[in-house]
């Protein structure tokens, strides 16, 4: 699904310029559940950003399920973004004039399809992250655990092959965290690939695959070269308290 060789992302303000992946390789097949932990700064974003053809490299190769990503026009990385990647971030970013059936048919307004297929792909989505009784709901009328399976309805409606979710737990208790993690297993049991940033360890534990980041470079966890963490991802709202 993912394939990445030598990647370079420079970002270049006037005063600094920020190598945030430097030689950045990573493979990911169909159908993996990875999860994605590193000090903040350490790339964990960018990696996403660029892996969901939001943001540019600078050097190196990527193929996204075949396609060579630095051949691609705006057009199709357009087009492949919306029909092969769903987005879950840690603060929802639902549109608060939209209600939750207008909010989850974002991704489909680009498709030429019948509203009907659009319809039912809404109330499918809806149906598994448990909201149909929420659907003319506004996101203010909701639990921040409801927004965040608004987004996840939001980003499986279109039926990506894969979902990039950035740190989407980040906001929410353990309980919700959890759930929202039961959603993404489930969704990753259809046969979507998965990628999730989390600083929560418990919860990357739960991914067959976990991979590390540090300095914008893939830590081999074999060789336990994983520093230990700088807060205990335990303990609930650890987000805010952390300090580095
Ligand atoms: N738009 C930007 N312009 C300049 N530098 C940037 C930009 N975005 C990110 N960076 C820098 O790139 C590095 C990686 O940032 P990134 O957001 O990928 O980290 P992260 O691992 O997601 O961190 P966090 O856990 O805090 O979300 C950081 O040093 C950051 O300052
Ligand atoms: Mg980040």
Known sequence: MIQMQSIQKIYRTEHVETHALSGFNLSIAPGEFVSLMGPSGSGKTTLLNVAGLLDSFDGGTYRLDGDDVSRLGDRQMSRIRNEKIGFIFQTFNLIPDLDVYDNVDVP?????LPAAARR???EE???IVGLTSRIHHYPAQLSGGQQQRVAVARAVVGTPK???ADE?????????ANEIMDLLEKINDLGTTVVIVTH???LAARAPRQIYLLDGRLVDLEKDERPAPLFNPAENGSRQAQSY
């Open 108 to 112: 489909l307004r680009y498709r030429r």
């Open 120 to 122: 039912e792909r809404i």
């Open 125 to 127: 989505a809806l149906e």
């Open 162 to 164: 894969l979902i990039l």
């Open 168 to 176: 989407p737990t980040g906001n929410l208790d353990s309980a919700m």
């Open 200 to 202: 929560d360890s418990e």
